[in-house]
Nanobody, 121 residues
Framework: EVQLVESGGGLVQPGGSLRLSCAASGFTFSTYAMSWVRQAPGKGLEWVSGINSGDSNRGYADSVKGRFTISRDNAKNTLYLQMNNLKPEDTAVYYC??????????????WGQGTLVTVSS
């Protein structure tokens, strides 16, 4: 089965850090660009970050630039999101998603179930 499974979410205090993971299966992970997208309570989807298939280029939303880092381990078919200096407004369900090609400028065709991140004191 082609799928993405997120993990690593939880409750963290403002200023803290958290690392999310996304396990991919059912397709050639190393061939595709990947992304993290989030949805805050009562709000729409927000693109957070993207990484190309070869791990040579990365992109970030202005809201997380300088605080979040996207990375991938193609040998382990796993995508990561390191989140530092977390703020209450980062509270959201975080989704791992797959692009339709090797670059993160296309459309997202596969999504995981999401993992909840709650930033609160």
């Amino acid at each position: 089965e082609v799928q993405l499974v997120e993990s690593g979410g939880g409750l963290v205090q403002p200023g803290g850090s958290l690392r999310l993971s996304c396990a991919a299966s059912g397709f050639t992970f190393s061939t595709y660009a990947m992304s993290w997208v989030r949805q805050a309570p009562g709000k729409g989807l927000e693109w957070v970050s993207g990484i190309n298939s070869g791990d040579s280029n990365r992109g970030y939303a202005d809201s997380v630039k300088g605080r979040f880092t996207i990375s991938r381990d193609n040998a382990k078919n796993t995508l990561y999101l390191q989140m530092n200096n977390l703020k209450p407004e980062d509270t959201a369900v975080y989704y791992c998603a797959k692009y339709h090609n090797m670059w993160f400028n296309g459309y997202l065709e596969l999504w995981g179930q999401g993992t909840l991140v709650t930033v609160s004191s």
